[in-house]
């Protein structure tokens, strides 16, 4: 029994399943934060800080292992935490995980009569958006961004009818495969929910597990150890879900570090802005000191609820101290997380599309190189004879790889929509044309 609950349950995650380290890490401290919920928070200048996140891995199905230490551990974990916790015997019961499954109305309705706080996991986070599509589920992505704020804002439900503006504390933790990259679109991040999120890139490294003893890998005694373990687990968490200690704030040095780290990364924004203020990378980059606070905060309860020596400073009341032990793992941690958003950018930017040939896109390419002033849409459909889904998708790739850039102008009470090159500019001194950054936007003027 150690210094920090985060660190031993990685470990022990990592043991059991052999998943990635980031991956056993992220979830470790998901449920640490879900139990810490909303009486819990850091009080700066501009508020209160609360510390929940979102966290996607994004892997190939099995060899990534990202479901087995959610629905085999973690899940397990938070129900003997409910458990211990006196949550089960409630009239009705409290349960900390969230309704994977789920209609608007039902959610808004469940976090209103049942329960405000709780860890929503989805092992399939793709189907969000093949929900999304569907009309009872409009609304669903910016949904998802109210709840990881915090805070619901004023709806008509069939049952409830007006229902007021509303404060949630919800942890989402979700995985996928990357089918999520024909999925999404820069209006994923431009709109705000993408930016909220701290992505994991399976790294495409496989290490076998050692071959253990059969009877070390099977029987009951491995049961009788599982359990132990997870018993020992949820019963740190009892002591935080128990916690008198409702705020923290960091020491002078650690304070200073996050301070020093907020104006490099304002520094950064501000950089890339200059290049392109529709750069999501600009947009990514202007939440990251924010969950740097946060995870500094949980990394300093995650350090009193496991050390024993330690634990009763939860039962007091003043403010307990962030040291500059837990902002650096805080910093290091978002560190981590902006690189593999860097991996994700170029991923999704490269991928192979399944309608769009990569000999019909430099078609696309070489036409447009030859016109300074770019194409007109009709132009292009009338060269190059493609269908509408061919096109479509043709147009979807080269748009969000940066490859053209799409301007529109109103003609006769209609848009009309140009394509340039992304080395040309398109010059007018009227001043007419205006560029085009979203995908919805472009599928709206041409009727896809």
Not at 358 to 377: H, I, M, P, R
Request: net charge negative; aromatic share 12%.
């Amino acid at each position: 029994m150690g210094g920090s609950w985060i660190e031993d349950y990685t470990d022990f995650l990592v043991e059991q399943t052999g998943t990635n380290v980031d991956w056993a890490e992220s979830i470790a401290t998901s449920i640490l934060s879900t139990v810490l919920g909303s009486r819990r928070y850091l009080y700066t200048k501009q508020g209160a800080v609360k510390m929940n996140l979102f966290f996607l891995y994004i892997g190939p199905s099995g060899l990534a292992k990202k479901s087995l230490p959610m629905t085999n551990f973690g899940q397990p974990l938070i129900e003997k935490y409910d458990e211990l916790m006196g949550y089960t015997d409630m009239d009705p019961p409290k349960r900390t995980e969230l309704p994977r499954r789920f209609s608007l109305e039902g959610m808004i309705t469940y976090l209103n009569e049942e329960n405000q706080e709780g860890l929503l996991w989805k092992d399939e986070f793709t189907s969000m958006f093949k929900e999304a599509n569907k009309e009872y589920m409009s609304g669903l992505i910016e949904f998802v961004s109210e709840l990881v704020d915090g805070r619901l804002g004023a709806r008509y439900t069939n049952k409830n009818k007006l229902q007021l503006p509303q404060d949630v504390y919800v942890n989402v933790i979700a995985a996928t495969t990357p089918y999520i990259y024909d999925v999404i679109s820069n209006d994923f991040f431009l709109q705000g929910t993408g930016n909220r999120v701290l992505y994991l890139i399976y790294d495409g490294k496989y290490k076998p597990q050692d071959i253990v003893d059969t009877e070390k890998y099977f029987g009951s005694y491995n049961k009788e150890l599982h359990d132990s373990d997870q018993d020992e687990y949820a019963q740190n968490l009892t002591l935080l879900g128990n916690s008198q200690l409702n705020y923290l704030q960091p020491i002078d040095e650690a304070g200073q570090m996050w301070l020093k780290w907020r104006n490099e990364l304002d520094e950064r924004v501000a950089n890339k802005y200059k290049e392109s203020m529709f750069d999501v990378t600009t947009v990514y980059l202007g939440k990251a000191a924010l969950n740097t606070l946060k995870l500094a905060g949980i990394h300093r309860y995650s350090r009193l609820c496991r050390d024993p020596i330690q634990q009763s400073l939860l039962q007091t009341e003043p403010t307990e101290l962030i040291m500059a032990e837990d902002m650096e793992w805080a910093i290091k941690k978002t560190q981590k997380h902006l690189d593999h958003f860097d991996k994700l950018v170029h991923q999704w930017h490269t991928r192979p599309d399944r309608y769009a040939k990569d000999t019909e896109s430099q078609t696309l390419l070489k036409l447009l190189q030859n016109s300074v002033d770019g194409l007109a849409f009709w132009q292009i459909r009338r060269t190059c004879k493609w269908n509408d889904r061919t096109l479509r998708e043709v147009f979807k790739t080269l748009f969000e790889q940066r490859m053209i850039k799409l301007y529109s102008k109103k003609s006769a009470g209609r848009p009309t929509l140009r394509v340039v090159h992304n080395e040309n500019i398109l010059y007018d001194t009227r001043k007419e044309w205006h560029e085009i950054t979203g995908w919805s936007s472009v599928r709206a003027i041409c009727g896809w």
